[in-house]
């Protein structure tokens, strides 16, 4: 996997591309998920998104079967995603199947993928989802390969809670014109409304934060910390 060796910053400014296109929100998730995927050069990617009811519904996917999509449904501790979710902590493991909690769900056609790396989707210390890569090889992620799913995950947490990925709420958010087609979280949309207030009562602004605006930001935040951290690595 590419990791550290420049692919986080050629993946954000893929994501920031895919944030413009004219698409619904199911086919802009769909898109991330496949840039994921081949960035990290995993054979999967999953978005498995928190559900008003403390479930894990997977979202997106690249790689395990597209008919488990909405409809593979993980209770708040089932599985290594559940585990993920519950301790708000990344996983990393080369056989995922020798693990006490991995749990088997056919429809997802999982069982050939043996190493497994699960991140948290956070934002301001709430558990949004889980962001999954996998491969068949059993092998160890590096910890550059973890930081850089975990960058990822944190633009993610930005489509989650500013209603990109909005389901569920009753009635039109301010903030979403997108819609998916699967179930997910009220809680998500109020958690949507105090972020996006808070930010602009930081940033001292009288009128609401265009969202497009809001997920730059933290793009351009991840880009610049990655050229940071790496920059001995990937040069000018």
Not at 90 to 101: G, Y
Request: with cysteine; proline share 6%.
């Amino acid at each position: 996997m590419r990791g550290a060796l420049g692919g986080p910053r050629v993946l954000l400014r893929r994501l920031r591309e895919v944030m413009a296109e004219p698409v619904s929100a199911q086919e802009r998730l769909d898109k991330v998920v496949v840039l994921i995927a081949a960035n990290m050069v995993a054979e999967v990617c999953s978005v498995y998104v928190l559900r008003v009811d403390g479930t894990l519904e997977l979202y997106a996917t690249e790689g395990l079967k597209h008919e488990a999509v909405h409809q593979t449904v993980l209770k708040a501790d089932e599985g290594l995603v559940g585990l993920v979710a519950s301790e708000a902590n990344p996983i990393n493991l080369s056989d995922a199947q020798a693990h006490p909690a991995f749990s088997f769900r056919p429809e997802t056609g999982e069982e050939i993928y043996h190493s497994f790396l699960g991140v948290p989707v956070l934002r301001a210390g709430n558990t949004l989802g889980v962001l999954v890569v996998q491969n068949r090889a059993r092998r160890t992620y590096t910890e550059e390969e973890e930081e850089a799913l975990q960058t990822t995950a944190m633009v993610l947490a930005e489509m989650i809670a500013s209603g990109w990925c909005k389901i569920g709420y009753p009635g039109p958010c301010p903030w979403s014109p997108f819609h998916l087609g699967g179930r997910a979280t009220v809680a998500q949309a109020a958690l949507c409304r105090s972020a996006l207030r808070a930010r602009r009562q930081d940033a001292g602004l009288a009128c609401p934060l265009h969202r497009p605006l809001a997920i730059a930001s933290v793009i351009c935040g991840c880009a610049c910390r990655i050229r940071g951290r790496y920059s001995y690595m990937i040069g000018p």
